[in-house]
């Protein structure tokens, strides 16, 4: 294993603690601190639903930790049962972790490797290959491991570099204060999970290239959610959850209470209600027939039509890929 960080710098360091005053001070500046942090990106994920991407984008108006790592680096593996804990404490209130794994060697560079180590150590939250250093360098990372906690609009606001040790209830103090900020103007907070948006607060529009769509998600959910197909009956999963609620497949933005989830026995999700505001209809190019996207990324959930159950007698039937489920 190699030893990669004490060797600089002897002991855990704190950079700024969810402040940027403290940067002045602080032995070591973090480049991203205080600052927007930069997207992650990749196209090998483990721990997520069906291996798909995660993005800070899509997580706004959420807590979340960033940590680089290599699974081959003792420093790193030293903090392995922190992030453990952060996952499972604060899983409730939508902190997620994402593990950065940005290798040094040849056989840390092996996505196989990465993914039996993380089966092996029982890692639970998403890990994303750093193919390239592409993210490593985006956010002008230096050192193994680092840790970022990231506001609910996207910020970095502590950094702790190496081993945390002692700063572990420093840094799980950190997350419980961004918890408890408001979420910002446009985004709903976490604590509305359960889906009861009141349609009365904008929607801050994600835009995307069509390239980065592509990187981001699988084929199918591309095809349907950026290139308005369908998917076959039957095809998904389309059967029901309990109870929960149906996000954006490309946002994350919740669109279905559960509750409002019917069997329509045609194969595809379908639902009498959306959540309020969340998703817009327009008349599908077939001129025919009535279109849902997500209001906040513009994807193709599928169409509404007037044959649904009581109460709205709607039916919105969606492909299933441009959903994914969060149970409650
Ligand atoms: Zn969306």
Redesign the pocket.
């Known amino acids: 294993m190699n030893n990669k960080w004490t060797k600089w710098l002897g002991g855990a360091a704190v950079v700024g603690a969810l402040g940027i005053a403290a940067l002045a001070s602080s032995p070591i500046e973090a480049a991203t601190q205080g600052r927007q942090a930069p997207e992650i990106t990749g196209n090998r994920w483990f721990n997520t639903r069906g291996g798909q991407p995660l993005t800070l984008a899509g997580r706004r108006g959420k807590v979340t930790v960033v940590e680089f790592w290599t699974f081959d680096c003792s420093n790193c593996r030293v903090n392995l049962p922190a992030y453990e804990r952060w996952e499972k404490k604060f899983a409730s209130q939508g902190v997620e972790v994402i593990g950065v794994h940005t290798p040094e060697t040849a056989e840390e560079r092996d996505p196989k490797n990465v993914e039996r180590f993380v089966r092996e150590h029982g890692i639970t939250y998403p890990v994303v290959v750093d193919e390239g250093g592409a993210n490593w360098n985006r956010w002008n990372q230096q050192f193994w491991p680092t840790v970022y906690i990231i506001d609910k609009s996207g910020r970095v606001r502590s950094t702790y570099i190496g081993e945390l040790h002692a700063d572990e209830a420093k840094a799980t103090r950190d997350i419980e204060t961004l918890l408890r900020e408001p979420a910002p103007r446009g985004v709903q907070a976490a604590t509305s999970d359960t889906g009861t948006g009141t349609g009365t607060v904008p929607i801050v529009k994600?835009v995307k290239t069509d390239a980065q769509w592509r990187a981001q998600l699988s084929p199918t959910a591309y095809d349907v959610l950026r290139q308005s197909g369908t998917e076959p009956a039957f095809s998904g999963d389309y059967k029901s959850h309990g109870a929960g609620v149906y996000r954006?497949a490309?946002?994350d933005?919740e669109l279905f209470n559960a509750q409002t989830k019917f069997d329509s026995g045609t194969g595809w999700p379908s639902f009498y209600q959306p959540i309020k505001g969340h998703v817009e209809k327009r008349t599908d190019p077939d001129g025919d027939r009535t279109e849902v996207v997500?209001a906040?990324?513009g994807?193709h959930l599928g169409h509404v039509f007037d044959d649904g159950p009581k109460p709205t007698g709607l039916r919105y039937c969606m492909n299933s890929v441009a959903l994914h489920f969060q149970k409650k």
């Open positions: 994600v954006c490309g946002c933005l997500c906040r990324c994807g």
